[in-house]
């Protein structure tokens, strides 16, 4: 195998298919509930300084492909929380483009164009949401993270 980065090395890896088939069967509101709260934490302060109003009461899911896995939530005054009602927005990719969106070492019009990211249901929604994630200043967000995961995401983000 030829060296690579712990970046490279993390993003090449594929997720098991038996993982894959476990996480599909579990209850979605312990992960929509998970996710709610490090949203909260990284991306609800950062979203202040920005036009966050358009995202109050639309329910939204992330659906992780290859993990069988299914984020629903909803965004109020107060910041995310679970929801289990029918989504206005779903975006689904697997877990390796989400972590290349993550760390921008990705487009997100480049993956949506190749079909790697697939949004569905209010497309003005995706859009807002896309060009405020495009907005938000990733150092914003990862001052937040722990001291180790913030350096980690800083070399991924380097390349």
């Known amino acids: 195998m030829p060296a690579l980065s712990n970046g490279e090395m993390m993003?090449?890896?594929?997720?098991?298919?038996?993982?894959?088939?476990?996480i599909a069967r579990l209850p979605a509101a312990p992960p929509s509930l998970a996710f709610s709260l490090a949203a909260n934490r990284l991306l609800w302060p950062a979203?202040?300084?920005?036009?966050?109003?358009?995202?109050?009461?639309?329910?939204?899911?992330?659906?992780?492909?290859d993990l069988g896995l299914s984020l629903h939530f909803t965004v109020s005054s107060r910041g995310f929380s679970p929801d289990s009602g029918a989504p206005d927005l779903t975006i689904s990719a697997t877990a390796r483009d989400f972590m290349l969106l993550l760390t921008r070492s990705e487009d997100p019009d480049t993956l949506f164009f190749?079909?790697?990211?697939?949004?569905e249901g209010d497309t003005e929604l995706g859009l807002t949401v896309k060009n405020l994630l495009d907005a938000l200043d990733p150092e914003a967000v990862l001052c937040r993270l722990p001291m180790p995961l913030a350096h980690a995401a800083r070399r991924l983000m380097k390349g």
């Open 47 to 65: 979203l202040q300084s920005l036009d966050w109003q358009p995202l109050v009461g639309r329910r939204y899911a992330i659906r992780v492909k």
């Open 114 to 119: 190749s079909r790697r990211l697939v949004s």
């Open 11 to 22: 993003l090449n890896l594929a997720v098991p298919p038996p993982l894959s088939a476990l």
